[in-house]
């Protein structure tokens, strides 16, 4: 019998779903696109999560850094508590659990607020992302709901998806960035608004002046109504349940796990 070896050797003849080089490969992006959001979502699903409510912030914040960060995080750590024990995020892996915090996944503010969430034994989820310094998950998210993203763009839908509200902390160009995507989402109509709080309005206020936008016609007086300050964890949950954040109980019986946005 003639030798076939090298016909089976080949890459061409492996599997498509087995064969690395071809997965990665600059025609299969849409694929790896489809990959990073059926993964996730066939997780989330299997644990019954709902909604969540998504906190950003910093990876710079230090628990043992200056008085400044010290504060941002134990807030932080302390709204992951308030939230999970009073929004619904406490109940049985695969029943229906509402305002379960979630974070991109990294160290600081997102470290604090999977830790407080931990705290109280409620499940909490980090989107991350891979970055060329490679970002670890902090030690604090659910292992099981610690996610890691390659395309920016899909992490993003991921954390606005199922988002029943957002917490932004103090931060940099990351932490802009994500807000500022979720407030356009808002402003535009392409998702409902949802309750928006952002922490420390010291802070706020003095990197960015929304008055002086609205003042110069870049964005409608309005807009600036889509989002509240506060300066305390207890005061951030009192801001979003007022925006109209609703705390669930846990549900008996089984109800359809569609996302709040499925437009995003």
Known sequence: MPDNRPQKQSPSY?????????????SMRGVRFMLEYAKAEELLRAWGIRSTIVVFGSARVREDGDPRHRRWYNEARAFGRIASQRG????????????VIATGGGPGIMEAANRGARDVGAPTIG???RL????????????????????????KMHLAMRANALVVFPGG????DELFEILTLSQTGKAPS????????????RIIDFEALAEAGMISPRDTKLFDFADSAEAVWEKLVARGL????QT???????????DV
């Open 246 to 249: 609703k705390a669930h109980t």
């Open 194 to 205: 949802v309750p928006t709080v952002l922490f420390d309005q010291d802070y706020w206020c």
């Open 88 to 99: 619904g995020a406490l109940g049985p892996v695969g029943g229906i659990l509402d305002n």
């Open 173 to 176: 160009f990351g932490t802009l």
């Open 127 to 129: 989107f991350n992302i």
């Open 132 to 155: 060329p310094h490679e970002q670890e998950p902090n030690a604090y998210s659910t292992p099981e709901l610690t996610f890691q993203f390659h395309y920016f763009a899909m992490r």
């Open 252 to 262: 008996p019986g089984p109800e359809p796990l569609e996302p709040p946005h499925p």
């Open 14 to 26: 492996l599997l498509p779903a087995i064969d690395t080089e071809f997965l990665l490969g600059d």
